[in-house]
């Protein structure tokens, strides 16, 4: 399973971006996805996360109301959707699958994205 990211790019403080995690070499009908970001000089941390039917869908409180995960398994991409965007926003985000179905924020996936920036200033 391969995944990469697109959407990053520089936003403006309260801003929108929407980002997108394309899958190939399998299908992610099996896998939970999550969103991960990293910020310069912090550790990694979960962001969002949903199960192969979206019937659980998890959100760090930093984001909660703001962001909002979805996914085609029909084109195999997950996206995040982020709005209300601010400065702390800022890292690089990663897309991640993990098998048997388990949305869980902490960094315990089986596929991970090379990642792509998201940059939130004025």
């Known amino acids: 399973l391969q995944l990469v990211e697109s959407g990053g790019g520089l936003v403006q403080p309260g801003g929108s971006l929407r980002l997108s995690c394309a899958a190939s070499?399998?299908?992610?009908?099996?896998?939970?996805i999550g969103w991960f970001r990293q910020a310069p000089g912090k550790e990694r941390e979960g962001v969002s996360c949903?199960?192969?039917?979206?019937?659980?869908?998890k959100y760090v409180d930093s984001v909660k109301g703001r962001f909002t995960i979805s996914r085609d398994n029909a084109k195999n991409t997950v996206y995040l959707q982020m709005n209300s965007l601010k400065p702390e926003d800022t890292a690089i985000y990663y897309c991640?699958?993990?098998?048997?179905?388990?949305?869980?924020?902490?960094?315990?996936?089986?596929?991970w994205g090379q990642g792509t920036q998201v940059t939130v200033s004025s």
């Open positions: 949903m199960t192969t039917s979206g019937g659980i869908r």
């Open positions: 070499g399998s299908t992610l009908d099996y896998y939970a």
């Open positions: 991640a699958a993990k098998i048997f179905n388990v949305c869980v924020l902490r960094d315990e996936y089986d596929a």
